[in-house]
């Protein structure tokens, strides 16, 4: 069983940052990839950025040179740095882990970006 917990979510104004952490209760070598979903009110849940245990990196097109996806092997924590988030980057974070046939998923953290 792996537990994924997120943290640093907030309100910014539009143009701001913020930083979003998962913190993985196993070693992040196990975890085949890990990645960032985000659901906006009405919406599907939508691929953010993903991180393949090698450091593969995948974006969705909507946030590619604003966003950036990282592992810290040694804290067991993947990152997700937002720079110049928009109102429409409002959602539920969520971070997921693959680990063999299995997907495991955070409990999700608030971003909300006023204009």
């Known amino acids: 069983q792996v537990q994924l917990v997120e943290s640093g979510g907030g309100l910014v104004q539009a143009g701001g940052s913020l930083r979003l952490s998962c913190a993985a209760s196993v070693s992040i070598f196990s975890i085949n990839a890990m990645g960032w979903y985000r659901q906006a009110p009405g919406k599907q849940r939508e691929l953010v950025a993903s991180i393949t245990s090698g450091g593969s990196t995948n974006y969705a097109d909507s946030v590619k040179g604003r966003f950036t996806i990282a592992r810290d092997n040694a804290q067991n924590t993947v990152s997700l740095q937002m720079n110049s988030l928009k109102p429409e980057d409002t959602a539920v974070y969520y971070c997921?882990?693959?680990?063999?046939?299995?997907?495991?998923w955070g409990q999700g953290t608030q971003v909300t970006v006023s204009s």
């Open positions: 997921k882990g693959v680990l063999g046939p299995w997907n495991y």
